[in-house]
């Protein structure tokens, strides 16, 4: 949790050092927070839970999961080292922005905390961090210039 001019928010920072990330693109981070509600949201996030990673892995590796008997680690290490855990990425329009918000109606999922919601022009406008639960028109993202001071310490 992170106490921030706008309250308290729930962001972190990873630091690595400079070879870890070396090469790695860098997601552009939108200037200002717009009040254009209207926008396009486009949240990229991943499901939470093994029976929705299996869901969408590839037959063959899920049949030989199964026939191991692989516990839940040992399932993820194999779905990760096939590259079989991608993310899911959803469009929407963004209902409402405020100095500590930005609500959208692009579906996510839990484990979608923590993914970047862009705009139309591929800016991040926002971290999610919530979805309402049941209603898929009120997801919630804390603005980019929150994570822009944590990035500034």
Do not use: C, W
């Not at 899911?88 to 919601?117: C, F, M």
């Amino acid at each position: 949790r992170a106490l921030l001019a706008g309250g308290l928010h729930e962001l972190a920072v990873l630091v690595l050092p400079e070879t870890a990330v070396a090469g790695l693109p860098v997601l552009p981070l939108q200037g200002e927070t717009r009040e254009n509600d209207g926008q396009r949201a486009v949240v990229v996030g991943y499901p939470t839970g093994l029976a929705l990673l299996l869901a969408r892995a590839d037959e063959q590796l899920v049949d030989s999961l199964r026939r191991t008997q692989a516990n839940m680690t040992q399932a993820i290490a194999s779905l990760a080292g096939a590259g079989q855990i991608t993310p899911l990425i959803t469009q929407g329009i963004v209902s409402n922005v405020d100095e500590r918000k930005i609500v959208y109606d692009a579906p996510t999922t839990h484990g979608g905390s923590g993914g970047p919601v862009f705009d139309g022009n591929g800016e991040v406008i926002a971290v999610n961090f919530a979805i309402m639960p049941g209603y898929v028109g009120a997801n919630f993202g804390v603005p980019i210039r929150f994570a822009r001071e944590l990035l500034a310490q």
